[in-house]
């Protein structure tokens, strides 16, 4: 789950570096220290939207309409797309005349 595992010694001793990886490919290091729990170092901005989504979705009622609307969301992303034409064109392809203001 995480791309870097690293001691609290390396980290301590690459902390520039390790903080560099963590911002420039957006991941999450892990951090290990004897006798202590693990910790993670994430870039604050990928925090503050795992934290948005967590609140959006602890209510069952909002989850299911967030999933919904995901889905229709998908659905029409998956429909052909139409291309446009100029009213000129299609008026020429239905063979209308087109009145002049």
Do not use: W
């Not at 006798?35 to 925090?47: K, N, Q, T, W």
């Not at 602890?58 to 999933?67: C, D, E, G, I, V």
């Not at 969301?73 to 087109?98: H, K, N, Y």
């Amino acid at each position: 789950m995480f791309s870097i595992q690293t001691t609290y010694t390396n980290a301590r001793q690459n902390l520039a570096k390790l903080l560099d990886r963590v911002a420039n490919d957006n991941t999450i290091a892990l951090i290990t220290r004897k006798g202590h729990p693990d910790m993670a170092i994430i870039r604050a901005d990928e925090l503050s939207s795992i934290l948005e989504t967590l609140h959006l979705l602890r209510s069952p009622a909002n989850a299911q309409k967030l999933n919904q609307a995901l889905e229709r969301s998908l659905a029409r992303d998956s429909e052909p797309v139409i291309a446009s034409e100029s009213i000129v064109d299609l008026c020429q392809e239905l063979g209308i005349a087109r009145e002049q203001k």
